[in-house]
């Protein structure tokens, strides 16, 4: 907690691939307390353990695998393929030995995505259809599902960021309930109170990023809004806490959206991304954009070793 580097891993070339892979196709990291070992996706290529003395075990070989992994009671895992172009299933779960027993697709179920859009104002679907990656055509990374949470009851939270909404569906996979109007949804998580996802409402050029908190009855709250840029992790912890990640920092807020504490990258100023103006985009180490090499993508907590 006080940013000293008490264990580092290095990736091995054989998991440098080929191609360029940034975070920015999608990581994910999760800690697994039991084992005290790292889960973590290397985006479009698999995912992956390591423990503290570096060994290293494959879990899952898959070209599409992206954004997000969980490990599940039973054992198995679940994992999205995010980027895949529409009909192909984006969603998998699958044993320890890598059998593929449970899939799921967007296509059954809502083949109409201009549908779920109409909230959206005409200039600003115009500008995301504008940048490269987001809403595509001809069925090219279609829903660009960016997150997937097994429920206790068997249900399955699917975040689905270019329908700007998220489902819950049942063991079998059909929908039931929609939570919509969440702009280019991330990490969505069901709560206490309901549900917590970060909310990339923007428009004209204005960075709005905010987290927004949506109650059982419906009813939502957005904090943090123009504080931080593009948030891509929200992990829950005790005490009704999330520990939030942004490009640049990493800070814990409580149910309500208070700062508990907040970390921030050395090389950025003390300030960097808060209280972001219309039209200025958070400078200091942002030449490259929010996926520049030495930004961050998503942050867990871990044991404390002694």
């Given at each position: 907690?006080?940013?000293e580097?008490v264990?580092?891993w290095?990736?091995p070339?054989?998991?440098?691939?080929?191609?360029?892979?940034t975070?920015c196709?999608?990581?994910?990291?999760k800690?697994l307390?039991l084992?005290?070992?790292?889960?973590?996706?290397?985006?479009?290529?698999?995912a992956?353990?390591?423990?503290?003395?570096?060994?290293?075990t494959?879990?899952?070989?898959?070209?599409?695998i992206s954004?997000?992994?969980?490990?599940?009671?039973?054992?198995?895992f679940?994992y999205?393929?995010?980027?895949?172009?529409?009909?192909?299933?984006?969603v998998?779960?699958?044993?320890?030995?890598?059998?593929?027993?449970?899939r799921?697709?967007?296509?059954?179920?809502?083949p109409?995505?201009?549908?779920?859009?109409?909230?959206?104002?005409k200039?600003?679907?115009?500008d995301?259809?504008g940048?490269?990656?987001?809403?595509?055509?001809?069925?090219?990374?279609?829903?660009?599902?960016?997150g997937?949470?097994r429920q206790?009851?068997?249900?399955?939270?699917?975040?689905?960021?270019?329908f700007?909404?998220f489902?819950?569906?049942?063991?079998?996979?059909r929908p039931?309930?929609?939570?919509?109007?969440?702009?280019?949804?991330?990490?969505?998580?069901?709560?206490?109170?309901?549900?917590?996802?970060?909310?990339?409402?923007?428009?004209g050029?204005?960075?709005?990023?905010?987290i927004?908190?949506?109650?059982?009855?419906?009813?939502?709250?957005?904090?943090?809004?123009?504080?931080?840029f593009?948030?891509?992790?929200?992990?829950?912890?005790?005490?009704?806490?999330?520990?939030?990640?942004?490009?640049?920092?990493?800070?814990?807020?409580?149910?309500?959206?208070?700062i508990?504490?907040?970390?921030h990258?050395s090389?950025?100023?003390?300030?960097?991304?808060?209280?972001?103006?219309?039209?200025?985009?958070p400078?200091?180490?942002f030449?490259?954009g929010?996926?520049?090499?030495?930004?961050?993508?998503?942050?867990?907590?871990?044991?404390v070793?002694?």
């Open positions: 907690m006080s940013g580097v264990w580092e290095e990736f070339s054989e998991l440098q691939g080929e191609r360029e892979r975070i196709q999608g990581a994910d990291i800690y307390k084992s005290d070992e790292i889960l973590f996706i290397v985006p479009r290529m698999g992956y353990k390591i423990n503290r003395a570096g060994k290293l494959t879990i899952i070989e898959d070209d599409e954004h997000d992994i969980d490990a599940l009671p039973n054992g198995n679940i999205v393929r995010g980027r895949v172009d529409r009909g192909d299933d984006e998998r779960e699958v044993s320890p030995s890598g059998e593929v027993v449970w799921w697709s967007h296509a059954k179920y809502f109409n995505r201009e549908k779920f859009l109409k909230n959206i104002p200039n600003t679907l115009e995301w259809r940048r490269k990656g987001i809403l595509e055509t001809d069925g090219i990374d279609w829903a660009h599902v960016n997937a949470e206790k009851n068997g249900d399955t939270l699917i975040s689905l960021r270019n700007s909404m489902v819950i569906v049942d063991p079998k996979g039931k309930k929609l939570i919509k109007d969440i702009w280019l949804v991330h990490e969505p998580h069901k709560t206490g109170f309901g549900y917590i996802a970060s909310d990339r409402f923007s428009g050029g204005t960075v709005r990023f905010s927004v908190q949506i109650l059982e009855n419906g009813k939502r709250e957005k904090f943090l809004t123009k504080q931080f593009a948030v891509r992790g929200i992990e829950l912890i005790p005490d009704e806490r999330f520990n939030i990640t942004s490009v640049g920092n990493v800070f814990e807020i409580d149910i309500n959206g208070t508990l504490h907040r970390m990258l090389i950025q100023k003390e300030d960097a991304e808060r209280n972001l103006g219309r039209d200025k985009k400078g200091h180490i030449d490259e929010r996926c520049a090499p030495l930004n961050l993508y998503k942050v867990v907590k871990t044991k070793n002694e």
